[in-house]
């Protein structure tokens, strides 16, 4: 007998995944918007959706890969012309009809984060930032939509009385830790420059689902079940839980006037919306409300500008094909890390191995792990706001010089190195400290390729689940609002090192923290042709999530679904960490007989892939989360 959530979830799918009915007479609901929503693709909405109320295994012990626990299996696509692949199944459609109706990548883009914003409000928003990769047929762009410190922000701030770093939860959820929202700022500059529909009509489909409802998730309501923090905030509080505190069951048709409302803002004067007038001064109300109040002023969010970087690229051969792999540069560590560990396993006498039963086998792990440790070596020492810290040798390309890299794989032997230090790039003269390993977590991504010749990859991000946890609202009689980042604990709580030396990500005015989302396009080397797009959510281990899906579609040859459904594993510095319940215990013996620390954890990652492969484009999307992709 079903329980009462799967009760209430497949009650709403019986209805509409909208909660409306798209062809009825609603005054709120306009032409334009029965238009829009007659185009969505309500079996696939429909489908995803009861894939995501199925109740996942739990069980610990060891099953084959494709019967694992935790995993939603899902089918792959295939599409010819044009896809998105996003977190949710509304965000995907919302991007797909877009794509229908004659936009680009970057249109579709748009409309999907904000739909994210109110379906997937723990991850991304309008009130965070973003880092977008997009190609035009021609020329590789890098998109910054970063937070950035406030002017008044100093290197101190995460320091408590004493000159401790901050409990890390006591610094997310303080005003502190809000950075100036980006995202917004970043899509408006790549829509003037990429857009084919106008501004406003890729706010139609949130619009109308913040105006109508839409039905609570099984993961939306896990995390605001499990979340403390998010509780105390009274605009949350009114909005997300019920008046004895519980969250809304899932299923539960939750509107969101107020977001309805700023969008619409949004929709006909751009980000100005919120960089001016009543919804700023909103903003930082919501970070002096806060335990720990901020420094976010008016004049930060009037004066926040995004960023046109050149994207990173380097060669990579997989499979015998020589490749272009671009990613984010700096303020990004994720390009130069993937880079870097997917450079240095190539150097290594595991470069080509296969998949053993479906599995990386042990000394495949062993040797990444290695690579792994050496890569992060180097994130911590040198990787920053590349506006502030300068990069070793002057070129951040110095850290993937194949040279360098030929050096740096000599360290890695057939058992774990005692250490596992940075190296000098360039003979790069080190005058920094390393960071401090400390949490990040947070995020979504979202791959577009569209019938026009563009592609993208887009991270974003509000940094931890529900980020800083402070709800922004216009109006208390409105329920709703968004989320604000909590970005700036991406930063070193301390500014310096043991010796004194000043670490590379200290806090900053104006500063953009570092980042891992690693938003990734990977070219045919000959005939420049966009072969992958892909990317993942999961704080520090993004990096180890898109690596894996790279390498298990160019080198393994897997579907991007097969890709992206093999087990997670990685290492940041410390012990290797694999995906609980995925890998048999001969691995885990494997890898502790050379000598590792081996931690069996939840990996939750939530990659989206999308792969040329025979003229037509496959997709994949994260079984651990409850994303699908749509398109033509």
Not at 209 to 234: C, I, K, W
Not at 319 to 329: D, M, N, S
Request: charged share 20%; net charge neutral; glycine share 10%.
């Amino acid at each position: 007998m079903a329980d009462e959530s799967d009760t209430l979830c497949r009650a709403q799918i019986s209805t509409t995944p909208l909660g409306i009915n798209p062809l009825s007479g609603d005054s709120h609901v306009t032409t334009a918007h029965r238009r829009s929503l007659r185009r969505l693709s309500w079996l696939a909405i429909a489908t995803a959706l009861l894939s995501a109320c199925a109740s996942p295994s739990t069980s610990p012990t060891w099953q084959a890969p494709e019967a694992a626990s935790g995993l939603q299996r899902k089918p792959g696509w295939t599409l010819e012309r044009q896809a998105v692949a996003a977190a949710n199944p509304l965000a995907t459609q919302a991007g797909a009809d877009i794509l229908r109706a004659g936009g680009s990548a970057v249109d579709a883009a748009v409309a999907v984060q904000m739909v994210l914003t109110l379906v997937e409000p723990q991850s991304s928003g309008i009130g965070g930032g973003a880092f977008l990769l997009h190609h035009d047929g021609k020329t590789v762009l890098a998109y910054d939509g970063r937070e950035t410190a406030p002017a008044k922000a100093s290197p101190a701030m995460f320091l408590d009385e004493q000159g401790k770093p901050l409990p890390f939860n006591t610094a997310v959820t303080s005003g502190r830790s809000v950075g100036v929202p980006g995202a917004m700022a970043m899509l408006k500059l790549a829509h003037q420059r990429h857009g084919r529909l106008p501004w406003a009509r890729l706010f139609e489909p949130a619009i109308a689902l913040a105006d109508n409802g839409f039905p609570v998730s099984p993961r939306l309501h896990t995390l605001l079940a499990a979340d403390e923090a998010l509780r105390q905030d009274p605009v949350a509080r009114a909005y997300f839980y019920r008046a004895d505190g519980s969250p809304y069951p899932v299923g539960h048709r939750l509107r969101n006037p107020e977001l309805a409302e700023v969008l619409r803002n949004i929709a006909a004067i751009g980000p100005l919306a919120l960089q001016e007038g009543p919804v700023a001064n909103a903003i930082v109300a919501a970070t002096k409300r806060a335990p720990l109040p901020g420094e976010l002023s008016a004049d930060d969010l009037r004066r926040y500008t995004p960023k046109v970087r050149e994207a990173l690229c380097h060669p990579h051969q997989a499979a015998g094909r020589e490749l272009r792999v671009c990613g984010f540069p700096p303020p990004s560590s994720g390009a130069l890390a993937i880079g870097q560990i997917l450079g240095l396993v190539a150097r290594t006498p595991q470069a080509t191995a296969p998949l053993v039963d479906g599995l990386p086998s042990p000394e495949w792990l062993h040797r990444y792990a290695e690579a792994s440790r050496l890569a992060f070596a180097d994130r911590a020492l040198y990787v920053a706001d590349p506006d502030f810290v300068p990069a070793p040798a002057g070129d951040w390309h110095s850290l993937l010089d194949p040279a360098y890299l030929d050096e740096r794989a000599r360290l890695i032997g057939p058992q774990r190195a005692p250490d596992a230090p940075a190296g000098q790039p360039g003979g790069a003269k080190v005058a920094l400290g390393a960071m401090p390993k400390q949490p990040e977590y947070g995020t979504s991504h979202i791959s577009i390729v569209d019938a026009h010749g563009n592609a993208l990859a887009m991270t974003t991000t509000i940094e931890a689940g529900f980020g800083s946890r402070r709800m922004v609202s216009t109006n208390p009689a409105r329920p709703g609002g968004f989320l604000l980042n909590n970005e700036l604990t991406d930063f070193s709580f301390t500014p310096t090192d043991a010796q004194g030396r000043p670490i590379a990500n200290r806090v900053e005015p104006g500063k953009r923290p570092r980042s891992s989302m690693s938003p990734t396009l990977v070219f045919d080397a000959k005939s420049g042709d966009v072969l992958m797009s892909a990317g993942s959510p999961g704080g520090a281990f993004i990096i180890h999530y898109t690596a894996k899906t790279l390498h298990g579609a160019l080198q393994w040859g897997l579907t991007p679904q097969a890709a992206v459904d093999l087990p997670n594993f990685g290492s940041l510095g410390g012990p290797v960490q694999l995906e609980k319940g995925r890998f048999p215990p001969a691995t885990v013996q494997a890898l502790q007989a050379r000598g590792h620390t081996v931690q069996e954890v939840e990996l939750t990652s939530g990659a989206q892939a999308l792969l040329r492969r025979d003229g037509r484009w496959l997709g994949g999307a994260d079984p651990r989360r409850e994303g699908i992709v749509a398109g033509d």
